[in-house]
């Protein structure tokens, strides 16, 4: 009696050990399958936030290139009357027409975050991340002869920035390194 007992026990465990290894085998299995329907949602989620970042800078660089757009419509406007209008014998009429344009084009500029490079002629230092060498000077040529070794002694043509990052570095000319004095 005790053997039925113990042999009824271990049909029981053994029947409760294959309801668990077969209840383990079908959660391994939809867990798997969790994992495949979780890497293929990842893979969409990261598709779509890719197309949406490629549709965002789309849409942004349309607003950046309108809005430029819209700001040189004027002065391209005002510049075509001129050359209708023209009369190129009067040099000072000229030259207040190209002020008047200048100052427009600085001030579109302006509207559109771009700064002049600001820079302390004779003082400061050659930086090639802000400027572009396009010649050097002797001290004795040179519009500041006593100016420190790479400093900026002229301007040849202004820098730009944008969001605080170099748009278009100025052109400038350096001092040169001083000789020194040869002994005869």
Request: hydrophobic content about 40%.
């Given at each position: 009696?005790?053997?039925?007992?113990?042999?009824?026990?271990?049909?029981?465990?053994?029947?409760?050990?294959?309801?668990?290894?077969?209840?383990?085998?079908?959660?391994?299995?939809?867990?798997?399958?969790?994992?495949?329907?979780?890497?293929?949602?990842?893979?969409?989620?990261?598709?779509?936030?890719?197309?949406?970042?490629?549709?965002?800078?789309?849409?942004?660089?349309?607003?950046?290139?309108?809005?430029?757009?819209?700001?040189?419509?004027?002065p391209l406007?005002?510049?075509?009357?001129?050359?209708?209008?023209?009369?190129?014998?009067?040099?000072?009429?000229?030259?207040?027409?190209?002020?008047?344009?200048?100052?427009?084009?600085?001030?579109?500029?302006?509207?559109?975050?771009?700064?002049?490079?600001?820079?302390?002629?004779?003082?400061?230092?050659?930086?090639?991340?802000?400027?572009?060498?396009?010649?050097?000077?002797?001290?004795?040529?040179?519009?500041?002869?006593?100016?420190?070794?790479?400093?900026?002694v002229r301007?040849?043509?202004?820098?730009?920035?944008?969001?605080?990052?170099?748009?278009?570095?100025?052109?400038?000319?350096?001092?040169?390194?001083?000789?020194?004095?040869?002994?005869?």
């Open positions: 009696m005790q053997k039925k007992k113990k042999d009824d026990r271990l049909e029981n465990i053994t029947r409760l050990l294959n309801e668990i290894a077969e209840d383990n085998t079908g959660l391994v299995g939809s867990l798997n399958q969790m994992l495949t329907t979780q890497e293929i949602l990842r893979s969409d989620l990261m598709r779509e936030i890719g197309l949406l970042r490629d549709d965002f800078a789309s849409a942004l660089i349309y607003r950046v290139l309108k809005d430029l757009c819209n700001e040189l419509i004027m406007a005002a510049m075509e009357g001129m050359l209708q209008q023209a009369d190129f014998s009067d040099p000072k009429a000229i030259r207040s027409h190209v002020e008047s344009l200048v100052i427009t084009l600085q001030s579109v500029l302006s509207r559109m975050g771009a700064e002049k490079i600001p820079i302390a002629i004779g003082e400061e230092r050659f930086d090639p991340s802000r400027h572009r060498c396009v010649g050097v000077l002797a001290p004795e040529t040179s519009p500041f002869p006593s100016a420190p070794p790479r400093a900026i301007i040849v043509e202004d820098g730009y920035t944008l969001a605080g990052r170099t748009l278009s570095p100025a052109t400038v000319e350096l001092q040169a390194e001083k000789e020194p004095n040869s002994m005869i």
